[in-house]
């Protein structure tokens, strides 16, 4: 296999679709030596069978606004890959929702709920209505129209959805209520459900703590102690909010937070006070960032994104390719010790360039904010089981899990020199299991 062809071919078959070649290219570039190794993958065409999803489901959503208007948006699950377990992967509401993106997220998914341990496939939805500036009404009628179109694809053995950008708890309950009326059965079909409901504990804030537990672990290998330590967080959601919280309890001083309109610098530093009006701004009222300025008198740049600030630690987590080649220098200028992903794929290859030949510590997405959906596989088991269990025993498993997510990655990705190539790390461990297993299944 050669990585070249391998995307000459996507490209050829698939145009049009940037995330997804870059997702790709990523991944068949680290895993190359490995795969060539088996000569038996090779003659499976193993490859084109793990970068191509299994299906693509396209529906229209149709559904009616506060005013009476009739709106349309398209809906999409991509269904990337079942071979170690049902298919699994969040739900993303964007106006930039297009089946690129999809395709990427979807294939990305494959290799982190692989690194989990846990049994899961891989697979995204979504749909390129956005919830901002909507009625609870209107984004009720666009969740039940939109489960409308999908609820014949998923099913708790089938594929297991789950909440990413503009899918919160809110919009899980009511694609949750939808698909119980017209499936006429209960079951943990989606995950990230109220609590009242099946929902875990510990799963809203699995992805922000999972990211911080993959960094204290990064840290650990140069006995770095996290305290006291700047940390520039962007976006504002869910996973933004959750790595501020675990932030704050470790003694680390988050300083930034953004939203797509802009970002704010607190040189005092979030505090656990100020976390909450975020919380409670973004959550309940769904405010914009540059509110917490006005609120607390500090810095708001509009239109930018926060790496031209000094930090110690940065923690992406909004979007994709959120951090480019100049933003990775000026951090790298600034003396920045850590980079981890929250969000996915939020460094272009550039970007990713940078920080390695700087050899600072960096962990992409698919490592390091593989928390959420690994509280999401233990959902999943608990509602399989009728039973729920403490917080503290979910955040312990949790922990267990990013732990082993990193040897796995120190084990794949050690250099000669010794520095530890998370990207490459993630990729080998991630595709030799889902390898290993297509080759079992036969070929399909
Ligand atoms: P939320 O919708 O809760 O928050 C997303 C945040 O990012 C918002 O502040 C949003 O601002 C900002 N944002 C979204 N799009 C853009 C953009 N194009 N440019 C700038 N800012 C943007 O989503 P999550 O916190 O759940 O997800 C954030 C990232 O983490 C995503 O990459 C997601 O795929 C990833 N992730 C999430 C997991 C989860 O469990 N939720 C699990 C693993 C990964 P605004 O309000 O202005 O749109």
Redo the contacts with the bound molecule.
Sequence with gaps: MKSSEVLGLLKRRFPNEPEYHQAVEEVVESIEDVYNEHPEFEKANLIERLVIPDKIHTFRVTWVDDKGNVQTNMGYRVQHNNAIGPYKG?I?F?A?VSPSILKF?AFEQTFKNALTTLPMGGAKGGSDFSP?GKSDGEVMRFCQAFVEGLWKVIGPNTDVPA????V?GREVGYMFGKYKKLAEEFTGTFTGKGREFGGSLIRPE??GYGNVYFLLEMLKTKNIDIKGKKCLVS??????QYTCEKLLELGAIPVTL????GYIYDSDGITKEKLEFVMELKNLYRGRIREYAEEYGCKYVPGARPWCEKGDIALP????N?IDQADAETLVRNGVLAVSE???M?STPEAIAVFQRSKILYAP?KAA?AG??SVSGLEMTQNSERYSWSAEEVDEKLKWIMGNIHENCVKYGTESDGYINYVKGANIAGFMKVAKAMMSQGIL
Aim: aromatic residues 0%; proline residues 3%; without cysteine.
């Design positions: 969040g993303r964007h930039s997220l901002r909440g990413d950008i503009g919160g699995a992805t976006g504002a959601g869910n996973v933004a953004s939203d797509s309109d987590s909004a979007t994709q959120e929250g969000a996915n939020p997405g904010n959420g959906v």
